[in-house]
T-cell receptor, first 113, second 114 residues
Framework: ETGVTQSPTHLIKTRGQQVTLRCSSQ?????VSWYQQALGQGPQFIFQ???????GRGNFPPRFSGLQFPNYSSELNVNALELDDSALYLC????????????FGPGTRLLVL | GESVGLHLPTLSVQEGDNSIINCAYS??????FIWYKQESGKGPQFIID?????DKRQGQRVTVLLNKTVKHLSLQIAATQPGDSAVYFC?????????????FGEGTQLTVNP
């Protein structure tokens, strides 16, 4: 176990709705990265938060947004859900932003109908 | 490189054999590489990493080899066990300037037959 937790484990939403996913980082880690993993594919980087500030963003539209809190836990928010947003959402925590090992949580499985 | 398609490369081995999983990367500026194991329904689990100033690193039953000339990474698992059955991903950090964002390869499904 990595010590990274995510909630909820599963979620079903309909198109156009909004969703918030949560992640608690491993003790001592100040950086959280979010990834989207479609079925049968590798994870795709969404964005990273370091000490409550966004520190890099992948090729995702602005309706994907995030937050990091003073305790380094994090939220991923997705507005105006689309069918293609159905995926496993993974968060990973690390002890810093440069060449630090990222430890993943179990993920949240989102299904958009 | 980026993940493409829905069909993972597969590798099937007998219990006790050695396994070699290969990965090609595309960015010559990448300087940090990681292998992850992902079991069904779980998040990726860190196995081993290697920095670009090394060409080999060993862990418990696993060895990672890095060939920067041909941009190739491999993971060797010794005495493969049924519990090693999973999807294995290589991941790279494109450059120090991009922080620790990871770019994942397409993954390889390893099946260990008893």
């Amino acid at each position: 176990e990595t010590g990274v937790t995510q909630s909820p484990t599963h979620l079903i939403k309909t198109r156009g709705q909004q969703v918030t996913l949560r992640c608690s980082s491993q003790s001592g880690h100040n950086t959280v990265s979010w990834y989207q993993q479609a079925l049968g594919q590798g994870p795709q980087f969404i964005f990273q938060y370091y000490r409550e500030e966004e520190n890099g963003r992948g090729n995702f539209p602005p309706r994907f947004s995030g937050l990091q809190f003073p305790n380094y836990s994090s939220e991923l928010n997705v507005n105006a859900l689309e069918l293609d947003d159905s995926a496993l959402y993974l968060c990973a925590s690390s002890a810093g932003t440069v060449r630090e090992t990222q430890y993943f949580g179990p993920g949240t499985r989102l299904l958009v109908l | 490189g980026e993940s493409v398609g829905l069909h993972l490369p597969t590798l099937s081995v007998q219990e006790g054999d050695n396994s070699i999983i290969n990965c090609a990367y595309s960015n010559s500026a990448s300087d940090y590489f990681i292998w992850y194991k992902q079991e069904s329904g779980k998040g990726p689990q860190f196995i081993i990493d290697i920095r670009s100033n090394m060409d080999k690193r060993q862990g418990q039953r696993v060895t990672v080899l890095l060939n920067k000339t041909v941009k190739h990474l491999s993971l060797q698992i010794a005495a493969t066990q049924p519990g090693d059955s999973a999807v294995y991903f290589c991941a790279e950090t494109p450059s120090a300037a991009s922080g620790s964002r990871l770019t994942f390869g397409e993954g390889t499904q390893l099946t260990v037959n008893p």
